[in-house]
């Protein structure tokens, strides 16, 4: 799927490079939840990450707001796995009928982890989902 930005998520993703050296292939922006969650390329985690965290640190303080990333994978079970993460994603189907869901079998004990305070980290991996791969829902198995 193609990824249309806004000005200021290009404008995000410019200041998300200088500070990481990693790429990012998407910015969302929350300001509801005064957050900016940026999809990094598959295999450049740790760099983005930083040693112990410093690198979303910096960036947080500089943006002055939240930071959360989402490492992209090459198949719609790969990345709804990682954007739930850093819940136990222990497998995901997709299923294409009238729409397409993503079904993900999360541990138990890491539900909560998967929703999110409100609901705010299952919401941000079905907007993903859906602009990355077009998956119209993510449920919790």
Do not use: W
Request: aromatic residues 4%.
């Amino acid at each position: 799927m193609t990824v249309t930005l806004s000005d200021e998520a290009r404008r995000l993703i410019a200041a998300f490079e200088d500070a990481t050296d990693a790429t990012a292939v998407d910015c969302v922006v929350d300001d509801e939840r005064d957050r900016v969650v940026f999809v990094v390329k598959a295999g450049e985690m740790p760099q983005a990450i930083g040693r112990g965290g410093e690198r979303v640190q910096g960036l947080e303080d500089d943006l002055g707001r939240d930071v959360e990333l989402v490492e992209d994978a090459p198949s719609a079970e790969a990345f709804v796995a990682h954007a739930l993460s850093p819940a136990a994603v222990y497998n995901v189907t997709i299923s294409e009928n009238d729409d397409t869901v993503a079904y993900a079998e999360v541990a138990h004990e890491d539900r909560g982890v998967a929703i999110g305070q409100s609901g705010r980290n299952i919401e941000m991996a079905k907007e993903l989902a859906k602009r990355h791969f077009d998956v119209d829902d993510i449920q919790l198995t």
